[in-house]
C-alpha cells in the first residue's frame, strides 16, 4: 500500500502564494507519475499538474505560468508551487500517485486525503 500525507493548504488573499507538499511511504515498487488534483464544491475533480518519471511535466491551461510541481525522489515527495493564486484558485487540492507494488504488479492510482486552499479577493 502506499500512504499520501499532505500539507501546506491554507487561506491566502490574491495574488499570494503557497506551497502544498505530499509524501508517498509504505511498501512500494516503484512509482511513475505524482501530480495534484484539485475539486471545488459543485465541480468535479480536475488535473492541476502531474510529473511523469522525475521530468515530464504536464499543467492545466489555468495553471500554467503560475503553478510548479517538483519532486524530492530520494523523498517520494512532491511539491506544488503556487504563485499568484486567484479566488477561483479556492479548491480541495488532492495529491495523486501512480505507482506499483511490486515489479509484476499492475500500476494504481493513489490519492490523500485532500488539503484545502482557499483564496480570498
Known amino acids: 500500500q502506499v500512504q499520501l500525507v499532505e500539507s501546506g493548504g491554507g487561506l491566502v488573499q490574491a495574488g499570494g502564494s503557497l506551497r502544498l507538499s505530499c509524501a508517498a511511504s509504505?511498501?512500494?515498487?516503484?512509482?511513475?507519475?505524482m501530480g495534484w488534483y484539485r475539486q471545488a464544491p459543485g465541480e468535479q475533480r480536475e488535473l492541476v499538474a502531474t510529473?511523469?518519471?522525475?521530468?515530464?511535466?504536464n499543467y492545466a491551461d489555468a495553471v500554467k505560468g503560475r503553478f510548479t510541481i517538483s519532486t524530492d525522489n530520494a523523498k517520494n515527495t512532491v511539491f506544488l508551487q503556487m504563485n499568484s493564486l486567484e479566488p477561483e484558485d479556492t479548491a480541495v487540492y488532492y495529491c495523486?500517485?501512480?505507482?506499483?507494488?511490486?515489479?509484476?504488479?499492475?500500476?494504481?492510482?493513489?490519492w490523500g486525503q485532500g488539503t484545502q486552499v482557499t483564496v480570498s479577493s
Open positions: 509504505g511498501s512500494f515498487f516503484s512509482i511513475n507519475v
Open positions: 495523486n500517485v501512480v505507482a506499483r507494488r511490486f515489479s509484476f504488479s499492475d500500476w494504481r492510482h493513489y
Open positions: 510529473l511523469t518519471n522525475g521530468d515530464s511535466t
